[in-house]
C-alpha cells in the first residue's frame, strides 16, 4: 500500500513541477526538443523508480536530481556542442531570456551550474539546493559564490570588449 501512496505522490510532483524540469533541463542543452526529451525520460525513471523513494519528503529533491542525471546522461551520450539557435521561437513565456547570462553558464561546471540554477532560476533556498545535491550547506554556498565570481567575470569581460 505504501509504494501505491508513494507513486501517486511521485505523479503528483511530477505535474507540479513539470514547467521546472524543462527549465532545469534547458538550461543544461539549450535545446526545446532535446529539454522535453530530458523531462520525458526524467519522467519515466520517476515512474520507474518511484517505489524506491526513501519518503514523501524527499521526492521533489529525487526529482530534480533525476532531471540533473538525466540531462548530464544525455550530454554525455551526444557529446556534442549544443546550439542556442532558435531559443526564442519556443513560445514560451519563460525565466530564461537573457542570452548572456544562458551563454555564460557555459564555463561553469556541472555542480556549480546546477548551484546557480537551483537558486537563480528555480528560486530555491541553499538548503534545499544542498539536499538535493547531497552537499553540506556551506558547500553549496562556496559553490554558489565561486560561481557568481566566474559569471561576473565572463559577463563583464563581454561589457568591457564591446566598450572598448
Not at 503528483?12 to 526545446?32: F, G, H, I, K, P
Not at 554525455?76 to 537573457?98: H, L, M, P
Not at 539546493?129 to 553540506?136: F, G, H, M, P
Not at 557568481?148 to 561589457?159: I, R
Amino acid at each position: 500500500m505504501k509504494k501505491e501512496i508513494l507513486q501517486k505522490k511521485v505523479e503528483e510532483q511530477v505535474l507540479d513541477s513539470y514547467e521546472a524540469m524543462y527549465r532545469l533541463a534547458y538550461t543544461y542543452v539549450r535545446n526545446e526538443e532535446d529539454a522535453l526529451d530530458i523531462v520525458q525520460e526524467s519522467v519515466y525513471r520517476a515512474m520507474k523508480g518511484a517505489a524506491g523513494v526513501k519518503g514523501e519528503e524527499y521526492i521533489k529533491t529525487w526529482l530534480w536530481r533525476i532531471v540533473m542525471n538525466t540531462a548530464v546522461d544525455f550530454i554525455r551520450k551526444n557529446q556534442r556542442e549544443i546550439s542556442v539557435d532558435g531559443f526564442c521561437e519556443t513560445g514560451r513565456e519563460d525565466v530564461y531570456r537573457d542570452f548572456d547570462t544562458l551563454e555564460a553558464l557555459k564555463i561553469l561546471d556541472e555542480r556549480e551550474r546546477a548551484v546557480v540554477v537551483l537558486r537563480f532560476f528555480e528560486e530555491q533556498k541553499l538548503t534545499e539546493i544542498a539536499e538535493t545535491l547531497c552537499e553540506n550547506v556551506n558547500t553549496v554556498k562556496t559553490i554558489l559564490y565561486r560561481s557568481l565570481k566566474k559569471l561576473k567575470m565572463e559577463l563583464t569581460e563581454g561589457e568591457m570588449l564591446c566598450e572598448g
